[in-house]
């Protein structure tokens, strides 16, 4: 059933051509964590692809552009925290859903590099996934988590060593609620319900 609403209500939204999401990423210093960032990139591509989604990835310029949504594109910006002592504590990252220029998505890389320890590729890997769930919430446009898969509130320990060659992927509710807010159609009748 999921596949034909997919087929006769989704697919003729993609005639103009593939929605995108630009990811503005700041400059890394240190070269371990460069080397994760960019093997993480991979990752976030993946799981973005089973969405329908293309990923363009950017170095963030000193005054460049915020968070922004526009039918088809959504444009993010993340910012790095190393130094997360008194925020949101447990919390690997956080999202600003409706923000609306500046950074709404910010990693806490500190907390990240304490979680994964020297093991490069499972600090990729959860690098990759603590990011596609932020963005996740920010293409939803709304704050609410799953009780399986990506967007899931808190994964578990077999889950993040898994991470490396088992991708987590958006719900198929998930992935309705982020078409639906990035196609934006003009007909409100076209909107894609969720089971």
């Keep these: 059933m999921r596949y034909l609403i997919y087929f006769f209500i989704i697919a003729p939204m993609f005639a103009a051509g593939t929605p995108t999401v630009d990811v503005f990423l700041p400059p890394i210093n240190n070269d371990q964590m460069f080397m994760l960032s960019?093997?993480?990139?991979?990752?976030?591509?993946?799981?973005?692809?089973?969405?329908?989604?293309k990923v363009r990835w950017h170095r963030a310029p000193v005054k460049g552009p915020g968070c922004?949504?526009?039918?088809?594109?959504?444009t993010i910006l993340v910012?790095?925290?190393w130094s997360s002592a008194n925020?949101?504590?447990?919390?690997?990252?956080?999202?600003?859903?409706?923000a609306q220029g500046g950074s709404c998505v910010t990693i806490f890389m500190d907390r990240l590099r304490t979680m994964t320890g020297n093991n490069p590729s499972i600090g990729a890997a959860l690098l990759g996934h603590v990011l596609a769930h932020e963005m996740g919430h920010v293409l939803q446009g709304v704050n609410r988590h799953s009780?399986?898969?990506?967007?899931?509130?808190?994964w578990s320990t077999e889950e993040i060593n898994a991470m490396p060659w088992q991708h987590l992927q958006?719900?198929?509710n998930d992935k309705l609620l982020i078409l639906n807010k990035l196609l934006k159609p003009s007909d409100p009748a076209a909107l894609v319900k969720t089971p």
């Design 38 to 53: 960019f093997q993480a990139r991979p990752i976030v591509d993946d799981i973005f692809s089973s969405v329908g989604l």
């Design 68 to 74: 922004s949504s526009e039918p088809m594109h959504q």
């Design 79 to 81: 910012a790095l925290s």
């Design 87 to 98: 925020s949101l504590p447990g919390a690997m990252a956080y999202s600003h859903p409706y």
């Design 147 to 154: 009780e399986t898969g990506l967007l899931k509130e808190r």
């Design 170 to 172: 958006f719900t198929e």
